[in-house]
């Protein structure tokens, strides 16, 4: 029995979590899905999911807060992390990559339709 493939996920904009969530669940993976950043550190500690894919911008926390602190902690440091967001400037991008994000991903239409098989690509 393979274990099923889980991703946290965190995403204020509804009509963008809808298309993505859609394209994940019919891929059958199990979402833990936020609206705000409040509480996706936990939830990635707790559930240890295949990949983490975050918006940077959210109330409560933003993307790169959470990703800092994931990446202090020992036992999920290594979960691949996937930014898909609106922030397409070189300084956010260099940024992101310096904390050691594993993909980076500009929201556009042509980007959503990209999302399952950049998740793939991190899959072990």
């Known amino acids: 029995m393979t274990k099923k493939i889980s991703i946290v996920y965190a995403e204020d904009s509804k009509s963008v ?3 993505v969530m859609t394209k994940l669940k019919t891929e059958g993976y ?4 936020f609206e705000n950043g409040q509480g ?3 939830a ?3 559930n240890r999911p295949s ?3 975050l918006d940077n911008e959210m109330p409560v926390k933003d993307g790169m807060s959470i990703l800092r602190e994931l990446k202090v902690h020992p036992e999920v440091k290594n979960i691949p992390v996937i930014f898909l967001t609106t922030f397409h400037d070189q300084q956010s991008v260099i940024k992101c990559l310096e904390l050691g994000v594993a993909d ?3 929201k556009d239409p042509l980007a959503l339709s990209e999302i ?6 991190w899959l072990r």
């Open 104 to 106: 980076y991903i500009v």
């Open 116 to 121: 399952v098989p950049r998740i793939k690509k």
């Open 17 to 19: 979590a809808k298309v």
């Open 51 to 53: 990949v983490v894919i």
């Open 30 to 33: 199990d979402i833990f899905y």
């Open 44 to 46: 990635v500690i707790k």
């Open 40 to 42: 996706v550190v936990e």
